[in-house]
């Protein structure tokens, strides 16, 4: 099992003519041609496009016999809207083959695309046992550079687990800066992530949350996982919440 967040940054003011949008640099994931080229096979399982004149956006897959699937719902939202439009595709996931080609494309009458595609190499059902939410929080800190992955420093977290192994199966963080988060866990190469809202009063969309993408990795009580965001400014805090199983 292991599931990954892609994101993306549009590069300029979207308009009438279909654009691929800039990949949000990946360090697991190589950038070629204005895509993401995965090195092995995975599956679509959500995709996010939002801007604040954005008319339609689409997933190209040049190596698919479906190599333009339509992103339906879009988010018509210059940050990620509360509980916002999101193509799920878990029902009937997109295939992208290895070494294969995965962009995001948009258009639109004005505005700056934000976007994300979470990928999956296979389903894993919850675990049987009681799922439990905890919180981690980090105080304001300097990003670097605006839109680019970076991973929060002096992260405090709500509980103290027992020791054991951990299934993640919800994902949520807050902050108005924040567009995309992911987790880096321990021993999984891949990083499972979702939509940030702008305050903890908002929620992204469900399917980060509900148990219904199965789940989206593991970790031991005595490694917790990092987080690493895409924020659109250059100063930040953080606030969040993720939801686990004890499996071991």
């Known amino acids: 099992m292991a599931m990954h967040l892609l994101a993306f940054r549009g590069s300029g003011v979207l308009t009438t003519s279909s654009v691929r949008q800039t990949p949000v640099t990946d360090s697991i994931v190589a950038v070629s041609n204005t895509a993401f080229v995965l090195e092995q ?49 878990s029902d009937a996931p997109l295939r992208i083959a290895q070494q294969t080609e ?12 934000n976007g994300a595609v979470l990928l999956r190499d296979r389903f894993e059902p919850i675990p049987p046992g009681e799922a439990i939410t905890i919180q981690f929080t980090a105080a304001s800190q300097a990003v670097p550079t605006a839109y680019a992955w ?8 709500s509980h103290t687990l027992p020791p054991g192994q951990y299934a993640v ?12 988060a992911r987790l880096i866990l321990q021993d999984q190469i891949w990083r499972p992530g979702t939509i ?35 924020a659109d400014a250059t100063t930040t805090t953080a606030e969040g919440y993720v939801r686990i199983v004890r499996v071991a």
Do not use: C, K
């Not at 148990?211 to 895409?230: C, K, N």
């Open 41 to 89: 096979a995975m599956e679509a399982v959500a995709v996010y496009a939002g801007a604040s004149g954005i008319t339609l956006a689409q997933v190209t897959i040049p190596a698919s016999p479906l190599a333009n699937a339509l992103v339906r719902p879009i988010d018509v939202s210059a940050t990620p809207s509360s509980d916002p439009n999101v193509a799920v595709f």
């Open 102 to 113: 995965l962009a995001l494309v948009g258009t639109g009458s004005g505005g700056t695309l």
């Open 150 to 157: 970076y991973t929060l420093t002096g992260v405090t977290w």
């Open 169 to 180: 199966v919800g994902f949520e963080v807050f902050r108005t800066t924040i567009v995309s």
């Open 196 to 230: 940030a809202m702008q305050s903890v009063g908002l929620r992204t969309h469900q399917v980060f949350y509900d148990g219904s993408l199965g789940v989206m990795g593991r970790f031991p009580a005595y490694a917790m996982p990092s987080i690493e965001i895409v």
